[in-house]
C-alpha cells in the first residue's frame, strides 16, 4: 500500500493517461517538430496539436486538473499529481488534455472570482480548449518578485478603470488561441501595502493593448510564447475587476499555490523521462570496451536519480495532501519547499543525462536539452527560490521568536 493512498478512479485516469501518452503524445512529438520546421513560424499552432486534443477529450482525459466537478473530474490535488506527473514527461501532453499553465491557473480564478459574463465569454471557451488566456503580473522595471511592487496604474475614471503600464513574460501571450489576460496593477497606492493592487480580466485585442514581441528562453522561442505587452490609455469596465478593488494580491496568492505543485509535478515527470533516457543511452553506448552503465560514477548518477526522484514525489504528495486536507494557506511551507526542490533537482538529473548523451544531449535530436532550458525558467517563473526559501526560513525562524524576546 502506498503511503498516500491511491483512490479507484485516479488508478483508472494513471491507466488510461499512461496508454494515451504511448499510443498519442509520444508518436506526435517527431510529427509536431516536422509540423513546426514546415511551417517556419515559431507560434504557428500545428495540426497535430488539435488531434491530440480531440482524441484526448473523447477517451476524457479533459481538464484533469480542475478541482470543481462542475468543470471537470474534480479530482483532488492528490488524485492529479500523478497525472500531472505523466504529462510532465512529454511537452505536448498538458495542452492536449487542457491541463497547461497558466491556463489552469487562470480557469481556477475564473470559476472562483468571474462573473457570470466571465464565465461565459472566457471560461467556456478555455475549458473547452478553443480559446487561451495569459496572466500578466511581472513588470520589466521593477523587481517583480516582490509582487507589491507592481507598478501598473489602474485609475477609476466613471465606470471604467484606465490602464498605462508595461508587463513581460505573459506566457501564452503570443498563442495563435490566446484571447484574454489577467492582469494585475495597482488601483490605490495610498491603501495599505497588500490592498493596493487589483486584478483585470482584459481581451488581447482591446484597444490600447499592444503585444510588443516575444521573449526568448535561452534562445528558444517558445510557441505559446512570453510577451512583452504595453498598456496605453486601456479602459477596462468596473465589472471586469475581478472581486472587488484591492483583492489583486489575495488572487495572486490563491492563483499560485496549486500552479506551483502542478509545474513540480510535470517536474518531476520530466525528471523521470531524463532517467529513463539516461540508463538506455547508458547501457547502449560503448566506451574503452565496456557499456558506460559499467562505469562507477554513471551508476552513482543513476542511483542518486533514484533516490532524488523519490524524495522530491513524496514531498510533492505530502503538499497535495496538505492542500487537499487542511488547504493551501496552510500548506504554503510545503509548497514552498516543493517548488525550490523539484525544479533543482530534475536540472541536475537532466544535466547528467545530458552528459551521458554527449554531444547529442545538447541537441534538439533528444528532449533533454530543451527540457533544461524549461526547467530552469521553473527556478524564476511563479516566485524565484530565494522568495520560496525566504518564506520556509521565515516560518522556521518563527518557532524560536520567543526564546530571543525572553
Ligand atoms: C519563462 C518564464 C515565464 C514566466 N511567466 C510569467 C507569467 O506568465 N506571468 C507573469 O506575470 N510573470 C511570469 N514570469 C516572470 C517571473 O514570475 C518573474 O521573473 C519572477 O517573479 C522574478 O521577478 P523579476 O524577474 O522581476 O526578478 P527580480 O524581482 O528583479 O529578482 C531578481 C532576483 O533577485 C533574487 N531575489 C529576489 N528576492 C530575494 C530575496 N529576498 N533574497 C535573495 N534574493 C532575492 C532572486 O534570485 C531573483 O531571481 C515568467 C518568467 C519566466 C522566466
Redesign the pocket.
Known sequence: MSLFEVTERARQYQTQLLDFMDSQVYPAESVYDEQMQAAGDPHFHPPVLEELKAEARRRGLWNLFHPHPEWGPGLTNLEYAPLAEIMGRSHLASEACNCS??DTGNMEVLTLFGTDEHKERYLKPLLDGTIRS???????Q?????AT?VEMSMVRDGDHYVLNGR??????GMHRNCKVLIV?GKTDPSAPVHRQQSMMVVPIDAPGVTVIRN?P?FGYQ?REG?AEIVFNDVRVPVSDVLKGEGEGFAISQARLGPGRIHHCMRSIGMAERALELMCRRAQSRVTFGKPLSENANIQDWIAEARIDIEMIRLLTLKAAYLMDTVGNKEARTEIAAIKVAAPNIALKIIDRAIQVHGGGGVTDDFPLAMAWAHLR?LR????????H??AIAKQELRKYRNEVSA
Request: glycine content about 2%; charged content about 25%; overall charge negative.
Open positions: 499553465a497558466p495569459a496572466f500578466a503580473m511581472t513588470e520589466p521593477v523587481a517583480s518578485s516582490d511592487n508587463k513581460w513574460f505573459a506566457s501564452n494585475m521573449l528562453v517558445d512570453h525558467t524564476l517563473a511563479d516566485g524565484p527560490d530565494e522568495v526559501k525566504r
